[in-house]
């Protein structure tokens, strides 16, 4: 079954970037925002996503513009080759199994088939980007066998978990270093495909946004219809792709001071943005909730939840910037949802959190551009609550609350 384009609000208005234009070209009646010199009180003044520097192959520095969000730099691997092929097949049977204990006996196959300890000598081989697929692949199996909450090298997870299959995990962390990598960034932003061939050059944001999207690792067997998670996890890389002007307002931010004539603008286009998200996830709600489950698929929805691993990168990195989830001295939370992030991930949603304190204090001041700020958390919040009940319905359409209309 094939997924269809969703078009959205972003789609039909593209928020404008903070150099004052869209997606598709200049606004007209925008002009464009004021850009301050780089002094040593503020730090380097952003570049505009047209003068960004190309990420590098392994990951942006914290300070560099996240021209596409957290989105990889290139569709994801659709297809593994050679030996790893058997990874691929593992991960497809772990997936579509009907229980837990089924998932777990593909991986003892292997195992007794010393496909996991051939797997695990040529991990070293693996490109960056072959590795981050592998990741992906890894990363299914753990959570339909029930074992995502492990640590693959502490000791009593060789009590629970098959040997050799922590043992390749343990590799594929170590190559990707990355040891938190079983969550929603890894199964989501690097499962999906797009369903055509698409044009040569065009943007990785742009193609997630426009094109019809397919899961690389369905969840559901083969032949059946997309399952409610499957269409979870599509949803997902959507929302990262359509929030991309979320990470471009939020180097525009980064710095102000709160008087700074471009901060209140840069928060009403947040707003806006935020808005055009919040009717994304209503109409993704709607499909959603339509779709097939089992109990497996809500076994391992609900694994991820109790770990703490499916808050989207865009909102995290949102809330660096507006400060609506850690507020309290000392409490660890934002630190517990980026465990789940590559490392370059981490360091710039840390980077925002610094350069954006300044903005933050407007939630003490008065004024309109204060009442801005306040209506741009509110927005954030709207929005988390939104994506919640998406994962409510991912997991219980029954009971869950599909948000209001915006």
């Known amino acids: 079954m094939t997924t269809m384009p969703i078009t959205t609000e972003l789609d039909k208005t593209a928020p404008a970037a903070p150099d004052g234009t869209t997606a598709s070209g200049p606004r007209p009646g925008l002009p464009p925002a004021p850009r301050r010199p780089a002094d040593a009180a503020t730090g380097p003044c952003p570049p505009s996503p047209a003068q960004a520097p190309a990420p590098s192959p392994c990951g942006s520095t914290p300070h560099e513009t996240r021209v596409h969000g957290f989105l990889p730099e290139r569709p994801p691997v659709r297809s593994m080759i050679g030996t790893w092929t058997r990874l691929d097949a593992m991960a497809h049977a772990a997936a579509a199994a009907p229980c837990r204990e089924t998932a777990v006996a593909v991986v003892e196959r292997a195992r007794r088939a010393d496909e996991l300890s051939a797997l695990r000598q040529r991990v070293s081989r693996l490109s960056p980007r072959n590795a981050e697929a592998a990741a992906m692949r890894v990363a299914v199996i753990a959570v339909s066998c029930g074992w995502n909450g492990l640590d693959p090298q502490a000791p009593a997870a060789r009590r629970i978990a098959d040997e050799g299959f922590l043992d390749l995990w343990a590799a594929v962390a170590h190559r990707?270093?990355?040891?938190?990598f079983v969550a929603l960034p890894t199964l989501a932003l690097r499962n999906w495909a797009p369903e055509r061939k698409p044009r040569k050059h065009i943007p990785i944001d742009q193609l997630a946004r426009t094109e019809p999207?397919?899961?690389?690792?369905?969840?559901?067997?083969?032949?059946?219809?997309?399952?409610?998670?499957?269409?979870?996890?599509?949803?997902?890389?959507?929302l990262e792709a359509h929030g991309i002007w979320l990470f471009r307002l939020a180097e525009t931010l980064a710095g102000r001071a709160p008087d700074d004539s471009s901060t209140p603008t840069a928060l009403r286009r947040l707003v806006r943005v935020q808005h055009a998200l919040r009717v994304q996830l209503r109409s993704e709600a709607a499909e959603l909730a339509a779709a097939p489950s089992a109990p497996q698929q809500r076994a391992v929805l609900g694994a991820l939840v109790e770990q703490g691993a499916l808050e989207p990168p865009v909102l995290q990195a949102a809330d660096a910037v507006l400060g609506v989830g850690g507020r309290r001295p000392g409490d660890g939370r934002r630190q517990l949802l980026r465990r789940h992030l590559p490392a370059p991930q981490r360091a710039?949603?840390?980077?925002?959190?610094?350069?954006?304190?300044p903005v933050r204090t407007l939630a003490h001041r008065g004024g309109p551009d204060a009442a801005v700020y306040r209506e741009a958390q509110e927005s954030l919040i709207a929005l988390r609550r939104a994506y919640t009940s998406l994962v409510h319905a991912a997991a219980d359409p029954a009971t869950a609350v599909l948000p209001a209309a915006a």
């Not at 990707?176 to 938190?180: A, E, G, N, R, S």
């Not at 690389?216 to 959507?238: F, K, Y």
């Not at 710039?348 to 304190?357: G, N, Q, T």
């Open 176 to 180: 990707i270093d990355h040891d938190q």
């Open 213 to 238: 999207l397919v899961p690389i690792v369905r969840w559901a067997p083969e032949g059946r219809p997309l399952s409610r998670l499957d269409r979870l996890m599509l949803a997902t890389t959507r």
């Open 348 to 357: 710039w949603l840390s980077a925002m959190d610094r350069h954006c304190a």
